[in-house]
């Protein structure tokens, strides 16, 4: 029974296709890294002396397009009509923590400080300049390229009720081939996403262990902090999204407010509300320069592609198990409900939330070491040392870094089942199960690199992949307007017979 249930999988495209870059992952992590890292440097090296431009035109279009969405008549459909799965507190906590939940906690402190101390452009304020990048970096665009895509595979299925989810994915396609070589990129951009959150929240997680009890764990103990919380997040996803997902969303959204506001206690208020409205008024007002590097906000060309570039690689290769993930739980709600959850609610939260570290940083590089927030494993932990209750704030901490990671593997899981098992909503044990041993061992693969050169790594592989995706995700928005407008057109001939 299980030999035939095992052979019946592997003749499912999707699963053989992901094994296969499972498998290549993991053996070539394990018997070259050296040579894997070459191979990705070279590959990336390539496409950014070509396509580096490119992705900062995406990033912007992608934001224009969502936004003047908002203000569309289509605005007021409603994706379905039953009414909202999920409440609005866990429906924002399962945005949040399948979204980019581990990355704010990466980046809190380090990021922030990096653009004090390099400001990427001149500046006469170099605090309000490395606010405005971090919001620029974490604020509309992430938010936007997700919140899109989520939303033309809700709109395809809870409006235009196509019969399942990879009908929505690559709508309005009367070729086959382009469908199926599309759904098996997707699932790949997805493993490739999803991997990076995992190695690097792993490595993150070994880091503050590291500096807090003064030891030396090394790569064995990242390896197996690798293949621990694949093992959880596969469990986790076996349950289903009403289950531990649900739970585990609202505790760390939960607990990521109150560590939020206990560092908040610290503040020094008038400052603090000054250079958030005023750093978020310089993101909002030059968002185009940015985004596009244009006139006073041209930056080097080692800044665009080590910064802005790997970010919107980063976020094109979440945005496959995102998007469906967030299409997937809010049906029920309308469109313009949709995008100011998705885009505008989360972006506010995420400037807040750095806008809390990022002041208190500064404060403390005032009076210190000004070089003791470089490591970006570490630095969220050096920072926590300097208030009151570290021993607290370390655990709080690190169960949050967990648990973000788990929760982005276990919805990239969820979704991949989805995708393989014909697009059900509720996708087999089977299904999931292969699929967070997949995720598990790219990632085991990729993390064989070693912390030093883990992040090189992942991000040389990101750019490579986010390229052809993000070709895909533009052909799928301009079919989605197409379509659009082609049923309001006949809607209004129907209307005048």
């Not at 503050?208 to 390896?223: A, M």
């Not at 920072?383 to 009151?388: A, G």
Request: net charge neutral.
């Amino acid at each position: 029974m299980i030999k035939r249930t095992f052979h019946r999988l592997l003749k499912n495209k999707l699963l053989f296709y992901g094994i296969l870059f499972g498998l290549f992952f993991l053996i070539a992590g394990m018997v070259n890294s050296e040579a894997l890292i070459h191979f990705l440097n070279t590959g990336n090296n390539s496409l950014l002396s070509v396509f580096s431009n490119y992705y900062l035109f995406v990033g912007a279009f992608i934001v224009v397009v969502s936004l003047v969405i908002l203000f569309l008549p289509l605005g007021k459909k409603r994706l379905g009509n039953k009414k909202p799965e999920y409440a609005y507190f866990s429906w924002i906590a399962l945005l949040y923590s399948t979204g980019m939940g581990s990355g704010l906690l990466l980046r809190a402190v380090q990021e922030p400080v990096y653009y004090l101390n390099h400001p990427p452009v001149s500046t006469v304020n170099a605090e309000l300049l490395a606010l405005q990048y971090t919001f620029f970096h974490w604020g509309f665009t992430p938010w936007a390229m997700y919140s899109l895509f989520g939303l033309i595979v809700a709109y395809n299925l809870y409006v235009r009720k196509v019969p399942n989810l990879l009908h929505a994915l690559v709508p309005a396609s009367n070729s086959n081939y382009l469908k199926n070589i599309s759904i098996v990129f997707i699932v790949l951009i997805t493993i490739n996403g999803v991997i990076a959150s995992l190695g690097l929240g792993s490595a993150q997680l070994v880091g503050g262990l590291n500096h807090t009890f003064n030891i030396e764990l090394g790569n064995y103990t990242l390896l197996a902090m690798v293949l621990l919380i694949g093992l959880i997040a596969t469990f986790s996803a076996l349950t289903g999204i009403q289950k531990v997902i649900k739970y585990l969303a609202d505790f760390d959204f939960g607990f990521s407010i109150l560590l939020m506001l206990f560092i908040a206690l610290f503040l020094d208020f008038a400052p603090f509300f000054s250079n958030l409205f005023t750093a978020m008024y310089q993101y909002v007002i030059h968002f185009f320069e940015m985004s596009l590097s244009i006139g006073g906000y041209e930056t080097s060309e080692s800044f665009t592609k080590e910064w802005t570039v790997f970010y919107w690689a980063f976020w094109l290769a979440w945005v496959p198990f995102t998007g469906i993930f967030i299409a997937r739980i809010s049906k029920g709600r309308t469109v313009r409900e949709f995008i100011i959850a998705t885009i505008l609610v989360p972006t506010f939260a995420t400037l807040i939330w750095f806008s809390v570290f990022a002041n208190n940083a500064f404060d403390v590089l005032s009076q210190s070491n000004t070089g003791q927030f470089d490591n970006l494993y570490t630095s969220l932990f050096v920072f926590l040392e300097n208030y009151p209750f570290y021993q607290l704030t370390f655990v709080i901490a690190i169960l949050l870094v967990l648990i973000s990671i788990i929760n982005s593997v276990d919805s990239a899981v969820f979704v991949l089942g989805m995708l393989s098992d014909n697009g059900n909503e509720n996708p087999s044990k089977n299904h999931k199960l292969i699929w967070g041993g997949i995720i598990t061992a790219t990632a085991f693969g990729i993390s064989a690199s070693g912390t030093s050169d883990l992040l090189n790594a992942i991000s040389n592989l990101l750019i490579i992949m986010a390229l052809p995706f993000s070709l895909l995700y533009l052909y799928i928005i301009c079919r989605f307007f197409i379509t659009i407008v082609n049923e309001n057109s006949e809607k209004q001939y129907e209307d005048k017979d």
